[in-house]
């Protein structure tokens, strides 16, 4: 296999720098190729680039803005790889990720495979307590941070590879943005691909984000979703609906208790809920702020999600709104 890296990126020399610093270090001594595609940047990331020259063989393009998932597919189109690998540009590459992606392919092959995200000790707190948000058990199933317990894998594309051939076959990403990953793993199932979890080829995830820009994220999370449903009704599940139904029931916890303070059992079960969120997370990162944090990252993301989803669920679902006139901002012209 011929590697082609692909990434796309926005404004972000800083965070194209550390990733190519990781990559230099990378253990894998077959040829590969990097292909960075700079998405209408104002802040370019040229003179970072020419620091590892020497070191990485680099591509580069530049094109006007059209979001990330057409510019994964014009990466796909001038890279010369049989095989794509896709990161976000606030990635951090461990040093043997190659290796485990070609031992696993040669293994038992698949056309299209994603990894999980973790996260360095370097992060910030917050970082790390979205990381937490992001990929644990008791938020996310998991599906972020290295469990298939959930259904067939969905590959998310801050760390996914895929094959020339279901490239081509399947035109790649849509314009949908978030939710462009999803898509595209279920338009590969209809057309006969398979996809899997890699559990070995995690990357460092660096999202370079505060909470008011994790809130936007999620909430658009959420927003998205009910679209993917509508499009593909027989892959919609019941666990889709969990952070609304999450923030109802707080509500309604909530409710109860006011007119019936004996009423205060179900409040008590989200307490123990937070409660377990902190020392799970505190445990895992070692670190009672982390833990602290994470409840605050789990909050939000439950809050975000939650009320994206049944905004969108009720325009889409229930009404029978366009998607794209329904939610314009979450939909690239390209």
């Known amino acids: 296999m011929f590697f082609s890296l692909i990434i796309p990126v926005y404004n972000r020399p800083d965070e194209v720098d550390e990733l190519l610093m990781s990559l230099s270090q990378m253990e894998y001594h077959d040829v590969y190729e990097i292909v960075i595609i700079e998405d209408g940047s104002t802040i370019k990331c040229q003179e970072v680039l020419e620091k590892y020259a020497d070191k990485l063989n680099i591509s580069y393009y530049f094109k006007p803005n059209s979001g990330p998932g057409d510019s994964r597919n014009f990466g796909m189109e001038k890279a010369r790889g049989n095989y794509f690998i896709i990161f976000d540009s606030d990635c951090i590459i461990p040093a043997n990720y190659l290796i485990e992606v070609e031992n696993a392919l040669k293994e038992a092959y698949v056309d299209c495979f994603g990894g999980p995200d973790k996260a360095l000790d370097s992060f910030s707190d917050i970082q790390k307590a979205i990381n ?126 006011l007119f019936s303070q004996n009423f205060d059992f179900l409040l008590q079960l989200y307490f123990i809920y937070f409660i377990l969120i902190f020392i799970t997370s505190s445990i895992q990162n070692k670190n009672i702020k982390v833990g602290y944090l994470s409840m605050i990252a789990v909050w939000k993301q439950f809050w975000g999600y939650g009320t994206g989803f049944l905004v969108s669920f009720v325009k889409v679902v229930l009404l029978k709104q366009k998607p794209q006139e329904a939610f314009p901002e979450l939909f690239f012209k390209v």
């Open 132 to 257: 937490f948000a992001m990929t644990s058990f008791l938020t996310t199933g998991g599906i972020r941070g290295g469990s298939e317990k959930i259904g067939k894998f969905q590959p998310r594309s801050f760390n996914m590879g895929l094959s020339r051939r279901a490239f081509e076959v399947s035109k790649g990403f849509g314009n949908i943005h978030p939710g462009e990953d999803p898509d595209l793993s279920i338009r590969l199932w209809e057309l006969g691909f398979e996809t899997r979890l890699i559990p070995q080829a995690y990357v460092y995830h660096k999202r370079r984000i505060d909470w008011e820009k994790f809130a936007i994220q999620v909430n658009k999370f959420g927003k998205a979703r009910p679209i993917l449903n509508s499009w593909y009704p027989k892959y919609s599940k019941p666990t889709f609906f969990f952070p609304s139904l999450f923030i109802l029931g707080l509500g309604f916890s909530i409710f109860m208790y």
